[in-house]
């Protein structure tokens, strides 16, 4: 029987650019390279126009838990 780890309190905050920045250690540019390739987590849309963006603070620590691994499909 798998053990079920609830999410960390403060771990679905959203986040912007440079707390993304000091949690992976990566550029602005490797960060939107990585997510047009999606290979790292998107960012949502904060504000009508899109001049607003930030990123689920759960969705960057899974990444950097596992970077290799993010947006790679299983296959049966």
Request: no cysteine; aromatic share 8%.
């Amino acid at each position: 029987m798998a053990i079920h780890n609830p999410p960390q309190p403060g771990t679905d905050a959203v986040i912007d650019l440079k707390e993304v920045q000091a949690l992976t250690s990566i550029s602005k540019a490797s960060i939107y390279r990585l997510m047009k390739s999606g290979r790292f987590p998107a960012a949502k849309t904060l504000m009508p126009g899109g001049r607003r963006v930030g990123w689920l603070k759960s969705d960057v620590l899974e990444w950097v838990a596992e970077p290799l691994g993010w947006g790679d499909e299983i296959a049966f």
